[in-house]
């Protein structure tokens, strides 16, 4: 971005100082970014990562489904990185219990691939709130290639 100093001369300003003016005053509220998620009728789990999401200013849309087989096939989630809900925002899968504030990197990043998993139902995750277990939040492609995005 291109600007002026004080001293009147034009100055390239770093993206990330562009970033943060065009994003309005310090302390504007954000927009409720929405995310849908698909979850069994019976996954008390689901229902927790939910309620973790929408205090985490997620707009949480649950689609209650008999089984979520066939919207995992849909997204090419690696059967190694499936667990209990599989869900959608920005463009990105989101499989599992990854944190509220991962999802929100994601989004904010925009990293090549089809989405984050946190594979299994690792006990500490959000919705889980059992402590203790460290776990790995995947990034994957529709290919199957996945990499660490984030360890927990």
């Known amino acids: 971005m291109i600007g002026h100093g004080n001293d009147g001369r034009e100055r390239i300003w770093p993206i990330a100082l562009a970033v943060a003016l065009a994003a309005g005053p310090i302390g504007a509220p954000a927009a409720a970014q929405g995310i849908t998620v698909y979850e069994t009728p019976t996954c008390g789990c689901c229902v927790g990562w939910d309620r973790h999401l929408r205090s985490n200013g997620f707009n949480v849309t649950a689609r209650v489904m008999s089984d979520v087989s066939a919207i995992k096939d849909k997204f090419r989630i690696p059967d190694s990185l499936r667990s209990c809900h599989t869900a959608v925002a920005g463009g990105y899968v989101i499989e599992g219990h990854v944190p509220a ?30 402590p203790g277990e460290p776990y790995r939040v995947m990034l994957f492609s529709v290919l199957g290639i996945s990499s660490v995005y984030e360890q927990r």
Do not use: Q, Y
């Open 101 to 130: 504030d991962t999802i929100k990197r994601l989004l904010r990043e925009r990293p090549p691939g089809a989405g984050v998993a946190a594979p299994g139902m690792p006990k500490s995750a959000p919705g889980m709130d059992m």
